[in-house]
């Protein structure tokens, strides 16, 4: 599975953004999927997870009530719509999957990443 992250860039405290990230499988429907972000100098976090059905979603507490994870089947995509930005939230956003897995906060819990997308948000 080849995952292609995209949708990152410049952005202003307190706006918004749109990640993209599609999958080059038949398989999509049977995959959970998730974002992670690795903060300039930190190590790689967890943001998101999405369950393969696209019915069930978790967050981090840090992005719980700013983002919103999307999945869609029909696609072979998924979507991370940021809002309330803050600096913060700088980091380089990656893209995550693992066959009918559980909806973990680790990323040892995914099998293909994506080659993630660079988002800077100024204060």
């Known amino acids: 599975v080849q995952l292609q992250a995209s949708g990152g860039g410049l952005v202003q405290a307190g706006g918004s953004l749109r990640l993209s990230c599609a999958a080059s499988t038949r398989a999509f429907s049977r995959y959970t999927m998730a974002w992670f972000r690795q903060p300039p100098g930190k190590e790689r976090e967890f943001v998101a997870a999405?369950?393969?059905?696209?019915?069930?979603?978790v967050y981090s507490d840090s992005v719980k009530g700013r983002f919103t994870m999307s999945k869609d089947n029909a696609k072979d995509t998924i979507y991370l719509q940021m809002s309330g930005l803050k600096p913060d939230d700088t980091a380089v956003y990656y893209c995550?999957?693992?066959?009918?897995?559980?909806?973990?906060?680790?990323?040892?819990?995914?099998?293909?990443w994506g080659q993630g997308t660079q988002v800077t948000v100024s204060s």
């Open positions: 999405i369950s393969y059905k696209g019915n069930a979603t």
């Open positions: 995550a999957a693992n066959y009918r897995g559980l909806m973990v906060d680790s990323s040892n819990g995914y099998s293909y």
